[in-house]
Nanobody, 125 residues
Framework: QYQLVESGGGLVQPGGSLRLSCAAA?????????IGWFRQAPGKEREGVSS????????TYADSVKGRFTISRDNAKNMVYLQMNSLKPEDTADYYC?????????????????WGQGTQVTVSS
């Protein structure tokens, strides 16, 4: 049973935008968790894209997405978002959100204990 559910993926043209959402399953509260977004392209390892601390005060981005992606959270709604702008074909991947109970904001998957099933993002003309 997955504690997190991603949504918002799809097909978009280069230069377009998508907003991914990460929702908690019933009974699972995101307030105490740092949340990370990861992605995995075919034949490649899963990589960290962005993360946000439990309070939302600290965010981290991979160099490849800085200035284009924005992570945010709404603890009242138990949701985390990843706004993706200026999308490129190399952003094509399955995107996963993950929760880790630690202080800070890190992109390495070792910090995360709970994962969603992923949502597919395809950037193509």
């Amino acid at each position: 049973q997955y504690q997190l559910v991603e949504s918002g993926g799809g097909l978009v043209q280069p230069g377009g935008s998508l907003r991914l959402s990460c929702a908690a399953a019933s009974g699972f509260t995101l307030d105490y968790y740092a949340i990370g977004w990861f992605r995995q392209a075919p034949g490649k390892e899963r990589e960290g894209v962005s993360s946000i601390s439990s309070s939302g005060g600290v965010t981290t981005y991979a160099d490849s997405v800085k200035g284009r992606f924005t992570i945010s959270r709404d603890n009242a709604k138990n949701m985390v978002y990843l706004q993706m702008n200026s999308l490129k074909p190399e952003d094509t991947a399955d995107y996963y959100c993950a929760a880790g109970r630690y202080s800070g904001s890190y992109l390495h998957r070792k910090w995360y204990d709970y994962w969603g099933q992923g949502t597919q993002v395809t950037v193509s003309s």
